[in-house]
């Protein structure tokens, strides 16, 4: 029997780590109508493209809203199954602004908190790199670190997607048992 989709999950990965085919995937179980928040903006011809492509490989069923800053109020607004793709964008969009982070992200994580769900968070985790030379790197990097957390730890389940494979974060998966070097049975 297929498990019911919680009501908030977070899903990481890198850049084409199979991250948002597999968020959409877990919306499309869900009974529609079907609404995919998009935060990207179309600055060059190659993001006009990537846009294009997640577009049609999503097909005419989704309804989409564009919502480069406005995420927490679209979250707020919204009903039925809900992807968001994808937060490290959004994040871009609001620095870039030179809003303040700190209270958009205050305003997102209590949409999130009253949403009925299901909802699915896309984000890059952009951590596990190498500290970046300059001071607005850095500064986005530590934004997107602080929103993973603190959405992952509202959320009902976190996956992180390596290499088109998801790996189930939260709830930890059943532990098993490793039996010391040398003991026996």
Same mark, same amino acid.
């Given at each position: 029997?297929?498990?019911?989709?919680?009501?908030?999950?977070?899903?990481?990965?890198?850049?084409?780590?199979?991250?948002?085919?597999?968020?959409?995937?877990?919306?499309?179980?869900?009974?529609?109508?079907?609404?995919?928040?998009?935060?990207?903006?179309?600055?060059?011809?190659?993001?006009?493209?990537?846009? *294009? /492509?997640?577009? &049609? $490989?999503?097909?005419? !069923?989704?309804?989409?809203?564009?919502? #480069? +800053?406005? %995420?927490?109020?679209?979250?707020?607004?919204?009903?039925?199954?809900?992807?968001?793709?994808?937060?490290?964008?959004?994040?871009?969009?609001?620095?870039?602004?030179?809003?303040?982070? *700190? /209270?958009?992200? &205050? $305003?997102?994580?209590? !949409?999130?908190?009253?949403?009925?769900? #299901? +909802?699915? %968070?896309?984000?890059?985790?952009?951590?596990?790199?190498?500290?970046?030379?300059?001071?607005?790197?850095?500064?986005?990097?530590?934004?997107?670190?602080?929103?993973?957390?603190?959405? *992952?730890?509202?959320?009902? $389940?976190?996956?992180?997607?390596?290499?088109?494979?998801?790996?189930?974060?939260?709830?930890?998966?059943?532990?098993?048992?490793?039996?010391?070097?040398?003991?026996?049975?």
């Amino acid at each position: 029997m297929p498990q019911p989709t919680p009501r908030m999950t977070l899903v990481l990965g890198g850049a084409r780590s199979g991250k948002s085919a597999y968020a959409e995937g877990l919306i499309e179980a869900c009974p529609g109508p079907w609404l995919y928040l998009a935060t990207a903006q179309a600055f060059d011809d190659e993001m006009v493209d990537r846009i *294009a /492509q997640h577009r &049609a $490989r999503r097909g005419g !069923a989704w309804r989409t809203r564009d919502v #480069p +800053l406005a %995420l927490p109020e679209a979250v707020a607004e919204a009903e039925g199954p809900v992807l968001v793709d994808c937060l490290t964008l959004w994040l871009t969009n609001l620095i870039l602004a030179e809003a303040d982070v *700190a /209270q958009a992200t &205050a $305003r997102l994580l209590a !949409a999130c908190a009253d949403a009925p769900g #299901p +909802l699915v %968070l896309v984000g890059n985790e952009v951590g596990l790199g190498i500290v970046p030379d300059n001071a607005l790197a850095r500064r986005f990097r530590d934004a997107a670190g602080r929103l993973h957390q603190q959405l *992952a730890a509202r959320a009902d $389940r976190v996956v992180l997607t390596v290499a088109g494979l998801p790996l189930l974060v939260k709830p930890q998966p059943p532990q098993t048992q490793v039996r010391p070097t040398g003991a026996s049975a």
